[in-house]
């Protein structure tokens, strides 16, 4: 049996802001589409979905995030996932200039949890929580130059 990662999807409270987050850091959107009817009730699990959905590819063409915004039923609040906590977790993304890609985050009210780390001189990474209460983990390979 072949298996191949498609996306990871996101549920968030506002689809503008975070398509305009992600799409600052780099990433491209691909499709939108709004979504509702049986074949969605069936596929999702869950009687009258409705929601707004967007697809955005990052720069390599390889990873993909589909983001959506429920109309129907509402959407759930929840306390922001915890780094420790089991189940998703985070998104990561590796970027060429962790200080520019944090300035473009900074722009959208997203810092670092606590700062920037350095692991074995191979990598300077940090966690923010983006919008939605998202937990983006950011990487620069400092082998890379």
């Given at each position: 049996m072949a298996i191949k990662l498609e996306?990871?999807?996101i549920a968030?409270?506002?689809l503008e802001a975070t398509i305009a987050f992600f799409t600052d850091?780099?990433?491209?959107?691909?499709?939108?589409?709004?979504?509702?009817?049986e074949w969605t009730d069936t596929a999702v699990g869950l009687d009258g979905n409705h929601a707004k959905i967007a697809m955005l590819r990052t720069p390599d063409g390889q990873g993909f995030l589909e983001l959506f915004e429920y109309i129907h039923p509402d959407a759930i609040e929840t306390?922001?996932?915890?780094?420790?906590?089991?189940?998703?977790?985070r998104v990561l993304?590796?970027?060429?200039?962790?200080?520019?890609?944090?300035?473009?985050?900074?722009?959208?009210g997203c810092v670092p949890l606590r700062g920037v780390a350095t692991y074995q001189d191979v990598y300077r990474l940090t966690?923010?929580?983006?919008p939605s209460g998202i937990l983006v983990m950011l990487a620069e390979d400092l082998r890379k130059g």
């Open positions: 996306n990871v999807g968030v409270r506002d850091l780099g990433l491209t959107v691909v499709g939108r589409d709004v979504v509702r009817g306390e922001p996932t915890l780094p420790n906590e089991i189940g998703m977790h993304f590796s970027v060429d200039d962790l200080d520019a890609a944090l300035e473009v985050a900074a722009r959208h966690y923010l929580r983006g």
